[in-house]
């Protein structure tokens, strides 16, 4: 393999040797001339003065920007076709540097043979954009984009693919070394296997496939790209299950096809099992005690860690520390149970085990968790996995990673009174599920939080921050709160008489837990979706839960469900202060104690209740905010709140075009109305790389109720069905509106909609009668019909209205909308009392010659003002009758 072996070049040099020793002499050479110059002056003065000169060769003396490069950086140079022209290139006087275009050329073969330095023009064009000289190099410098890299190879036998290699690399200002350093900064590699791979792994070294110099040397030419850029090396890192064949055993169908998925994701294939092909046999160590077949030599029998923590750290782990270990035969475990039964002290341990066995009923065990290996087999497979970044809390606490919270050690277990009384008993139970819970959040936290947050994880960071403060929220919090409550409680209950106050304890903290609690409560269908989709979205994520929930501490529980705990806990300690208050004397102080804590627990579970209502309050509003474009910034008020929406088709022209899908938007004390988008934008990426969808919705206008002067009820006939109408009169207006719409959802029903619209409106105008703000109208009265509505005919209409408006605002010159116009035209008739002016006459001429010249009549600009005019008589005359 080329990890021991050294190829030779034609001049007898290792390609392989450091290539950073020649240039750190010729540092060291350089720093000992001018320490000389310093002391002696006078012999520096004597010394003669080397010029440095550029000969642009060929193709790059033909491209201008290198010649004013040249000249920024104040460096002379000449141009030439061959060396042959260059009479004095050997010259003492003259430190000569080349500039060639193609390093594929015959020209460059001849200046490398003849040891002449040679760099390619995006060297000259990076100098003279960062204003520095040029470099001095022993090799051929064609660009800077690995400059400052050191690289290491491992896996390669193809002697001409490496000579290949590491001459572009060499090439692109990096550096080569033989053997694996602290100093290496990427490995580049054609397999899985040898101890360079394991060594860059466990510290974090990049591992990249040899593709990534290639596509590197393709983008040469430009001046600003650098090939340890993240994201493009991310696109040519070696996958963890490169080379491998795996075979699942022991998990269920839908474990074994998710599985599947992610090794294909991984770069790996699967395989049955039993196929000699097979590299690596994954194990389900729960259900499989056995080997169903005598696995090969070369077959790698591994424990399911194995293959989750692969993709969380992003590169293969090492199989002997997961490595599958039969189960003891039961024939074996029977001699050996008889053999410990026959021994001398076999009585003694019959005695202890019955002593122990009455301890463990005297005192039920309520752990919500299975019983838990000893701390130091914990202890020891956690110090000898490189994988597990997620201490157990014993490990944790070993490492002084524990939080304050977490630091102080249980008291000894709890004397038993001489009389358990009921009152006791209750007490007992709240303690140690108090004791639980605090072991629950302590485990969401050593678990998971902890690791997460980590520094120098392996493979980067495997969430954001933002993800991260998103999904545990407050969680330390209410672990301090809740470790103090606990300890209290087992003062309490280690020094118990039946005058002791449990309800003082819950008072104590009655104003943490009103502080500690809303910000999670509320948040948490927030955490438990963030949870869904980075478990989708990044397997690393995916295969960090699945090694920490398969630890005893979880209880094969995932973290969504151990996250849900806090959300159970008060009402559950409210129902047993419940049981402690009935089982409590009445002469008992602690019974009027109990009756506040337990109105203190409802007081903040209300207070929680509230707060999570008024947040959902609020992500409403932004869920309409960034719906509908163009929305007000004046929406957004502490005290408005979103009632209801509603989905109709508009049956005027007033808004929008007749029959445009309307969307109402009812609040305390406004109404946004918004069509439909004819066009949609792409969608909205923040700069966390949440992607929001684009705007379905345009605001029309933001309404407020006080506007609204009456609620018309249009009576359903045969050609109109559930329609209504608002009358409306806006600030700037005399007359009234009329604003005609179409329900087309079901839910709400329409009576109920326009007596919630009405409440609202006699609620903002602070009127008590708001029934009497509907009224019932005929269709006829109002010029209301919905009968076309769905016809093809009237869709087709529609289209040929709008394109007639878009070939009309085509040719106008003043882009004015119509509606503009009519508003304009409208409120000059009313201010005035007269016949439009000059000027308008002179508009509406405009606007007719405009739809001539479009060569499409357009009825809706001709006669504006008598049109206007008789809709405004209609619309008095019939609220008038209204009256």
Known sequence: ???????????????????????????????????????????????????????????????????????????????????????????????????????????????????????????????????????????????????????????????????????????????????????????????????????????????????????????????????????????????????????????????????????????????????????????????????????????????????????????????????????????????????????????????????????????????????????????????????????????????????????????????????????????????????????????IIQLFQVPLEKEGQLGGPILAQEEIKTIFGSIPDILDVHTKIKEDLEDLMINWTESKSIGDIILKYSKDLLKTYPPFVNFFEMSKETITRCEKQKPRFHAFLKINQAKPECGRQSLAELLIRPVQRLPSVALLLNDIKKHTAEENPDKITLERAIESLKEVMTHINEDKRKTEAQRQFFDVVYEVDGCPANLLSSHRSLVQRLETVALGDDLCDRGEQVTLFLFNDCLEIARKRHKVIGAFRSPHGHTRPPASLKHVVLMPLSQIKKVLDIRETEDCQKAFALVVRPPTELNNKLLSFQMTTEDPCKEDWLKMLCRHVANTICKADAENLIYVADPDSVEVNTKDMDSTLSRASRAIKKTSKKVTRAFSFSKTPKRALRRALMSHSATEGRSPSSNESYIGSRLTSSSS???????????LPSIFERRSHTLSRSTTHLI
């Not at 040029?134 to 050191?150: E, K």
């Not at 599985?259 to 994701?265: D, Q, R, V």
């Not at 809390?393 to 050690?409: D, I, L, Q």
């Not at 010249?853 to 006669?863: F, I, K, Q, T, W």
């Open 1 to 443: 393999m080329a990890d021991s072996s050294t190829l030779v070049s034609e001049t007898g040099r290792s390609l392989l040797a450091d290539s950073s020793v020649l240039d750190s002499k010729i540092i060291e050479t350089s720093k000992e001339n001018v320490f000389r110059a310093t002391v002696l002056d006078v012999e520096a003065e004597e010394m003669p003065q080397i010029e440095t000169r550029v000969v642009l060769v060929q193709e790059a003396g033909k491209r201008e920007e290198l010649l004013e490069a040249l000249e920024e950086i104040k460096m002379p140079y000449i141009k030439t076709d061959s060396i042959e022209e260059l009479g004095d290139s050997d010259s003492p006087e003259f430190e000569t540097i080349f500039v060639v275009s193609d390093f594929q050329a015959p020209i460059f073969s001849n200046l490398c043979k003849a040891d002449c330095r040679v760099i390619g023009p995006p060297v000259v064009l990076r100098c003279a954009q960062k204003g520095e000289p040029l470099p001095f190099s022993c090799r051929p410098l064609y660009c800077a984009s690995m400059l400052n890299l050191v690289l290491c190879f491992t896996g390669f036998r193809k002697k001409d693919e490496l000579v290949k290699l590491v001459t572009l690399v060499h090439h692109m200002g990096g550096i080569i070394r033989r053997d694996f350093s602290s100093k290496v900064t990427h490995l580049v590699a054609n397999s899985t296997h040898g101890d360079k791979f394991r060594i860059a792994v466990s510290l974090g070294i990049p591992i990249v496939k040899a593709e990534w110099i290639y596509k590197a040397w393709e983008k040469r030419n430009e001046i600003d790209f650098c090939a340890a850029d993240d994201d493009f090396r991310n696109q040519f890192k070696v996958p963890p299950f490169q080379d491998c064949m795996l075979s699942f055993l022991g998990f269920s169908d839908d474990e074994k096809a998710n599985m599947e998925e992610m090794t294909e994701m991984q770069g790996g294939h699967y395989l049955p099992v039993g196929d000699e092909r097979c590299t690596h046999l994954v194990v389900e160590e729960s259900t499989v005690k056995d080997l169903p077949f005598e696995p090969l030599k070369k077959l790698y029998v591994v424990k399911q860690e194995w293959f989750w923590g692969s993709i969380q750290m992003d590169a293969r782990a090492g199989e002997s520390m997961y490595l599958f270990e039969k189960s003891e035969s039961p024939d074996f475990k029977k001699s050996v149970s008889l053999l410990s039964l026959s021994t001398p002290n076999s009585n003694r341990k019959r005695r202890r085990l019955k002593e122990t066995l009455a301890q463990l009923t005297r005192e039920t065990d309520m752990s919500p968790f299975p019983p838990r290996k000893r701390p130091s087999a914990e202890h020891s497979l956690s110090i000898g996995s490189l994988l597990d970044i997620s201490n157990t809390p014993e490990s944790s606490t070993a490492n002084g990673e524990t939080p304050k919270s977490c630091a102080r050690p249980s008291k000894n277990s709890t004397p038993l009174p001489l009389k358990q009384s009921a009152r006791w008993q209750v007490a007992k139970e709240l303690y140690q599920t108090e004791s639980n819970y605090v072991d629950i959040l302590t485990t």
């Open 853 to 863: 010249l479009a060569g499409v009549p357009s009825p809706s600009l001709v006669s």
